[in-house]
């Protein structure tokens, strides 16, 4: 029987009449079914979210929300192992990835549990006799739209501000990976949380989706998907000026200097653009290597990239799964070889692989491309998949020109020892996220987020606090 939705406190069929197949990325095959939400739920949902906002959710005090937050951390962990593996069925990721992400779901709502504690206003000194303070209210009715490619992570670190800062939030999951969210939901039922606070809806983006977003009373929206996405919903809900936060695509520079630790740069990299096959928006998709160091670079990453085990998703060993889909792997297939087209040399990879244990998946060995211009459509835009494209630099100020030539600016890495240089790339680079000597730097408690079509806002730390609620200004006259 095909999973049910959950709204307004209760599993039910979605009205959609029609059920969403979801398939296992090794097989193809299907092995689950979702029944598919309509408009007219999400109009149910939403008068429901409205309704369990202004009924007390909205004004409830913090500590009470906390102890919400908590329950459903210790929920997440009680069945870290379970959601895991059906997170690793469904997007096709290695399970020692999917636990490291679910158990950091569970540590993104105790996070936001004590965050809300200290979340609060200011006082301020104004030019009038009396108190100038400021005061943070929810919302309202927030809907989270998610992607397929870290489903519960991503979905986690929206609902658990959101519902931190007192709103009502209406979950939809990408259609490929909605398993994960309906998890959650079942958790937050245990939890006990009040109907309507917490729905989960699933169906296409062009149904549900837009409905979500064209509502007038969804004050709200936080979404993380395609940067051509971001630009419609930024348009739909402009008409309403309503709340809109994006998290949307990437082309991240990873630049090696000549003076960087190669070793640690060179073995650790590859699992910063292949890490989740490439299907990363902060994938280290373009390395600017100084040509001083390029072949000694180029040699290690390329022998480091061949160590990496692919394989089955649910194997301990594999670190490289699957693609979600068979179009996702063939959209990386047609930019490989339209670099090639282009003037790259393909030294590694880009190949389908057919062995009769992985042969039904849609399994691509990590490709690596030299000889890359900055100005080529493969380094230019966003693959989704395993594509590394090397780009040699000479003079430092070039290579920064270049690093911020790119309508992305979401993350990126800086290899060097010398401090004053990591500084002052760190500060030229033109991206919201940025890693020295490690490609990593992204927490609970640090913002995360985009410059330019990267995305709008920022996720993480009390800045999502900040993105769901509304700040309000009271002066209090006290003279006589
Ligand atoms: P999409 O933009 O296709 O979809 C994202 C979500 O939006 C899905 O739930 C989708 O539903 C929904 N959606 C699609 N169209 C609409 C619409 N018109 N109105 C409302 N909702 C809609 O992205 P992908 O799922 O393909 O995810 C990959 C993209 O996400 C990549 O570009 C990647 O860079 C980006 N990303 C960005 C991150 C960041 O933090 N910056 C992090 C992770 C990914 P449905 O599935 O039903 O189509």
Redesign the pocket.
């Known amino acids: 029987m095909a999973k049910k939705l959950f709204i307004n406190g209760k599993f039910v069929e979605g009205s959609a009449g029609k059920v969403i197949q979801v398939t296992d990325p090794h097989t193809n095959k299907v092995f689950e079914e979702v029944s598919e939400g309509s408009v007219e739920d999400v109009r149910t949902m939403v008068e429901a979210a409205e309704k369990a906002f202004r009924g007390g959710w909205g004004t409830s005090l913090p500590h009470e929300r906390a102890a919400f937050l908590r329950r459903i951390a210790a929920g997440i962990r009680d069945r870290l192992e379970e959601i895991s593996r059906l997170e690793s069925m469904n997007v096709g990721k290695p399970i020692g990835d999917s636990r490291w992400e679910v158990n950091a779901g569970a540590e993104l709502f105790d996070y936001y549990a004590g965050a809300v504690a200290i979340f609060g206003g200011e006082t301020l000194p104004v030019s009038r006799p009396g108190v100038d303070l400021t005061f943070r209210q929810p919302i309202g009715v927030a809907a989270c ?6 489903p519960f992570m ?1 979905a986690c670190s929206k609902v658990a501000p959101a519902l931190a800062a007192g709103n009502s939030v209406i979950l ?5 990976t909605p398993l994960s969210a309906l998890a959650l939901a079942e958790i937050v039922e245990k939890a006990e949380l009040p109907a309507g606070v917490l729905q989960v809806v699933c ?4 149904t549900v ?2 409905a ?2 064209e509502h007038p009373l969804v004050g709200k929206i936080s ?8 630009a ?2 930024l348009r739909k809900s402009s008409d309403r000026i309503a709340r809109l936060s994006l ?4 082309k991240s520079p990873n630049i090696i200097c000549e003076d960087a630790d190669l070793e640690r740069a060179a073995s650790t990299s590859p699992l910063a653009v292949f890490g989740n096959t490439g ?4 994938a280290r998709s373009r390395a600017f290597v100084h040509e001083k160091v390029l072949d000694e670079f180029v040699e290690r990453f390329v022998a480091a990239t061949k160590k990496l085990v692919i394989g089955y998703p649910l194997d301990d060993k594999t670190e490289v799964g699957p693609m979600v889909s068979r179009s996702q792997r063939q959209i990386s297939l047609d930019y490989i070889q339209l670099g090639e087209k282009e003037g790259a040399k393909r030294v590694h990879g880009g190949e389908v692989i057919d062995t009769p244990e992985l042969k039904d998946g849609n399994y691509l060995t990590p490709a690596v491309l030299v000889n890359v211009r900055n100005e080529m459509r493969v380094a230019q835009e ?1 693959i ?1 998949g395993p594509v590394l494209c090397v780009i040699p630099y000479k003079d430092e100020a070039e290579m920064i020109r270049q690093a911020n030539h790119c309508k992305y600016g ?1 993350s990126g890495s800086i290899w060097t020892r010398d401090v004053a240089r990591a500084l002052r790339i760190a500060k030229a680079v033109e991206s919201g996220v940025l890693s020295v000597n490690c490609n990593n730097s992204v927490f609970n408690e640090a913002p ?3 410059f330019k079509q ?2 709008i806002g920022r ?1 993480r730390g009390l800045y999502a606090l900040e993105a769901f609620t509304e700040v309000k200004n009271v002066f209090i006259w006290v003279g006589s």
């Open positions: 739209i998610t992607p397929w490619n870290y991503m939809k999951p990408a259609s490929y169906g296409p983006g062009s989706g837009n979500l977003v979404f993380t998907g395609e940067t051509t996405t971001g419609e919903l998290e949307l695509g990437g299907q990363d928006c902060c966003e989704f979401l995360f987020g985009g990267s995305g996720e």
